[in-house]
Structure formats: structure tokens, C-alpha cells
């Protein structure tokens, strides 16, 4: 099944908000020097991350995973190594 995104867009005025879903408020709260303040009112179990920094976690956390793969497989072959040089 393909997954279709859409994306909406719109204009608010400081001090307007937008809701997602039920419990999810975005809020202008400030636009100055072309730089717009939100807030988010959220479930305490809704995580929200700025997207420069998601990227940048997600991207450490793969490059570790690789890291841990590299380990598993060097392991793995020191292992088979020693069970060979056994026989």
C-alpha cells in the first residue's frame, strides 16, 4: 500500500494557530526580521524535535549502527580465525 503525503499550506496572523488532530495546537507566537516564533502545545508523549536536529541524531545513530555492524562481522571472523586455526 502507498503512503500519499500531502502537504497544507497557510497563513496565520500573530497569535493564530493551526490544530493537528485532536490535542495538537501550533501557535504564532512572534514574527520579527523575518523569523517566525511558534509554540506547540502537545501531549507530554508527542515528541517534537526541530528538523536540523532529528537529521543530524539520525544520522549519527546510523553511522553507529555501522560501526556496530563493522564490530559484529571483525568478531565474527577473529572467532572464526581462532575455531580454524583450532583444527
Not at 41 to 67: C, F, Q, W
Not at 72 to 87: P, W
Request: avoid cysteine; glycine fraction near 6%; hydrophobic fraction near 45%.
Amino acid at each position: 500500500m502507498k503512503v500519499v503525503k500531502i502537504m497544507l499550506v497557510l497563513s496565520r496572523k500573530v497569535g493564530e494557530s493551526i490544530l493537528i488532530g485532536d490535542n495538537i495546537q501550533v501557535k504564532v507566537i512572534k514574527i520579527e526580521n523575518g523569523v517566525v516564533k511558534i509554540g506547540i502545545m502537545a501531549p507530554s508523549d508527542v515528541k517534537i524535535y526541530r528538523e536540523e536536529i532529528y537529521s543530524t541524531v539520525a544520522a549519527h545513530n546510523k553511522a553507529a549502527l555501522g560501526t556496530a555492524d563493522l564490530l559484529t562481522n571483525v568478531m565474527k571472523l577473529k572467532e572464526a580465525l581462532r575455531n580454524d586455526k583450532d583444527r
